[in-house]
């Protein structure tokens, strides 16, 4: 029996005598390609058949204008349907007889759905699942316990009583589900990882250590992100007036685009550091590797607010993959994502990040290994295949024991 490999690991040993395991997917987020990543690692596991449903007129509100569904993985089987209320996660809802025909087509084992608990979508398919006996997953990123609506906490109720498995995308989530009455199986993971062949160290980062430490040029500080209060950008500038005025020679390298960027540039000013400020814009995702690159940190300053704290940060996660020390806050998710102390500051600590940046710069030796132990990090956790591994386990104990012995024998 031949079993597909995933970083030196049997991610499944499927039996090839018997119909294919079929999972379809289901999620907005899967517009845009490059997030596909993790779907087209599973599809490409012996006798595993990957379906995606996804919206065919998704509206990005922040930047106002509709993403079209991107295919650029043969091995995935797409379907492209409009929904009503697009751009709306909670609220977005295909229509029924599409649904029904997707299903009818595609006939799913097993359906995962990435959207949260309370959504009009997860009730779609939680009726499906209750009509047809299939098991349905969920994975969400909900991290706040917020107060819903008595129409949203009774779909949110009849969601999780109808779930075979709950993927909260972090530890806050995994609590909150199970203050909302879940009691099955759960697992924290994120909803996809990084490609380290697209995320990948890049040569030149050793020969410009040495540059820096010779004076050559300005240690760079980046931040890749969307340009909000809640990111915590405001930081970096109070930290880089410390900086300054303890004579370190740098450059604060901006990536991104948001509401808060003409703010931004008038706290530089007040920080006596927009001479020292490189403001880039906006980033598409083919060009962050570059981008990262060009980084000796990339920091991430997150703030919690009344509505939001970091559900993840996946930008940590490409930087690490390409050996390139992160810092961060403690907002949220970050602690667990990066996995180390010396590498977190308390959220709005200008003193720790100041501190955290200073080591950075004079500590060359520890920075490297800072990168060295990201890189190892994310390929024993956060590449596409590490996660897809995961979760084609986790669908072997939910799926029948007849299917799970026949037909995804040998995952443990």
Known sequence: MKQKHLNNLPIAAVNTTCDPLKVLFVSHSYV???NQGKLNAIAE???IEVGLLAPSNWKALEWNRLIPLETPYSHIRTYSAPVLFSG??????????TLWRVL??????IVQVEEEVFSLCAFEFAIWSRITGKPLTIFGWENIDRRLSFPRRWTCQFVLNTVSLVLPGNQDGA??????????LLEVMPQMGVDPKFFAPRPQKAGSMQVIEAGGRPFHIGFLGRLTHSKGIDLIFAAAHQLREQGFNFRILICGSGESE???RQVSQEQGVADWVIWQGAVRHEQSPEVISEFDVLVLPSRNTSEWKEQFGHVLIEAMAMKVPVIASSSGEIPNVIGREDLVFAE???RGLTAILKRMIQEPKWRQEVGNYGFERVNW??????????LVNLWQTVLTPKIADYRVRGLN
């Open 175 to 184: 609590e909150i589900m199970r203050r909302w009455g879940y009691t099955g």
């Open 104 to 109: 009818n087509d595609f006939r799913p084992d």
């Open 381 to 390: 956790l956060y590449t596409h295949q590490r996660i897809a591994e995961r």
């Open 88 to 97: 709306r996660g909670g609220a977005h809802i295909y229509a029924p007889w």
């Open 262 to 264: 003409a703010e931004l």
């Open 45 to 47: 596991v012996n006798n």
């Open 32 to 34: 845009v390609g490059v």
């Open 348 to 350: 709005n600590d200008t």
